[in-house]
């Protein structure tokens, strides 16, 4: 595995931890300033910045909080020179729900200062039928 996928796996299963803790400093550590989120719940037209991303989070924070998961299951990452990609599948939910619905997490990032950054993130379900 090239350096940077490494690196690129290392930061996204590191913001993944910090968010099931429920732990807002490490789920922002390593996201841009300039963030552009698209997230399940509103607001519709994303979350810009990091004063908004940050907003998003208290109320999945308590959520999570009554006993759901919020597992990686799979993550494919594609790292250039400045920007890289990464993709997977989550299991997002609590204990009783359905198996097969996972979370689907889509992330953009950028090299600033020399290090990995989120510049953007997009999480979805799938519709059920």
């Not at 698209?38 to 308590?62: I, Q």
């Not at 400045?82 to 950028?110: E, H, I, Q, S, W």
Request: one cysteine or more; hydrophobic letters at 40%; glycine letters at 8%.
């Amino acid at each position: 595995m090239r350096t940077d996928d490494k690196e690129i796996r290392e930061l996204v299963e590191r913001w993944a931890r910090a968010v099931h803790a429920g732990d807002l400093d490490g789920v922002v550590a390593d996201h841009a300033e300039d963030i552009v989120m698209f997230d399940v719940p509103p607001p519709y037209e994303g979350a810009r910045g990091m004063d908004a991303y940050r907003r998003t989070w208290p109320e999945f924070f308590a959520w999570q909080a009554q006993g759901a998961t919020y597992d990686i299951l799979s993550l494919e990452v594609t790292a250039g020179e400045d920007v890289a990609y990464a993709f997977g599948l989550l299991r997002c939910g609590m204990p009783d729900d359905d198996p097969k619905v996972l979370l689907r997490l889509t992330l953009g990032l950028r090299r600033e200062d020399g290090r990995w950054v989120v510049a953007h993130e997009h999480h979805s379900f799938p519709i059920s039928a």
